[in-house]
């Protein structure tokens, strides 16, 4: 299994762009595996954000798609995530995550960061 | 969208019972579930991956059965490392987490 670290300012003002950075190691995101963000607000359950595959294609979660952009960079082994727009109810620790598609069987494929909280507000 | 439904929310056990946790996925997933663990404060650790297979270095008395819509995680010889919070997950179509099962302590 990757590595995963994500990196990034903790506190974001309102109406503002929180930007977050995953750094894969172990691995290479040209690799065939999807990587994904995931947040969690205090006290609250996991969602989905989208993710990018290792040619670039990208899925986002509907209720958050006009405000988010995941991008990948090959030459720092890294992907980001960017949400606009952001108000107090985007305050939660954000997770970059993978899935290996072509992971060696007995092996689940998945990664996880430790997080990253990030709080919005003025 | 796919939705996961997950029961109950909140289950209170003790130290030695067997525990079952159920998700329901709004249409057919195959296998393609997984089940986490979670600590406050920490990130999600995975148990069961493709429905029933274990992840490497998770105790045996953790497992996982189901496939299509059906899922379930039991826990068996329940031990004081294992009160936490646990989500299902399918990976089917993109990624839908159930809402929760919070296991507590009798």
């Known amino acids: 299994q990757v590595q995963l670290q994500e990196s990034g300012p903790g506190l974001v003002k309102p109406s503002g762009t929180l930007s977050l950075t995953c750094a894969v190691s172990?691995?290479?995101?040209?690799?065939?595996?999807?990587w994904t963000w995931v947040r969690q607000p205090p006290g609250k359950g996991l969602e989905w954000i989208g993710e990018?595959?290792?040619?670039?294609?990208?899925n986002y979660n509907p209720s958050l798609k006009s405000r988010v952009t995941i991008s990948g960079d090959k030459s720092q082994n890294e992907f980001s995530l960017k949400l606009s727009s952001v108000t107090a109810a985007d305050t939660a620790v954000y997770y970059c995550a993978s899935r290996s598609v072509g992971a060696p069987p007995g092996t689940s494929g998945f990664s996880w960061g430790q997080g990253s909280l990030v709080t919005v507000s003025s | 969208d796919i939705q996961m439904t997950q029961s109950p929310s909140t289950l209170s056990a003790s130290v030695g019972d067997r525990v079952t946790i159920t998700c329901r996925a709004s249409q057919s997933i195959s296998s393609w579930l997984a089940w986490y663990q979670q600590k406050p404060g920490k990130a999600p650790k995975l148990l069961i991956y493709?429905?029933?297979s274990l992840e490497s270095g998770v105790p045996s008395r953790f497992s996982g059965s189901g496939s299509g819509t059906e899922f379930t995680l039991t826990i068996t010889n329940l031990q004081p490392d294992d009160f936490a919070t646990y989500y299902c997950q399918q990976y089917n179509n993109y990624w839908t987490f159930g809402q929760g099962t919070k296991v507590e302590i009798k």
């Open positions: 990018i595959s290792h040619s670039g294609v990208t």
């Open positions: 172990g691995g290479s995101i040209s690799s065939n595996s999807w």
């Open positions: 493709k429905a029933s």
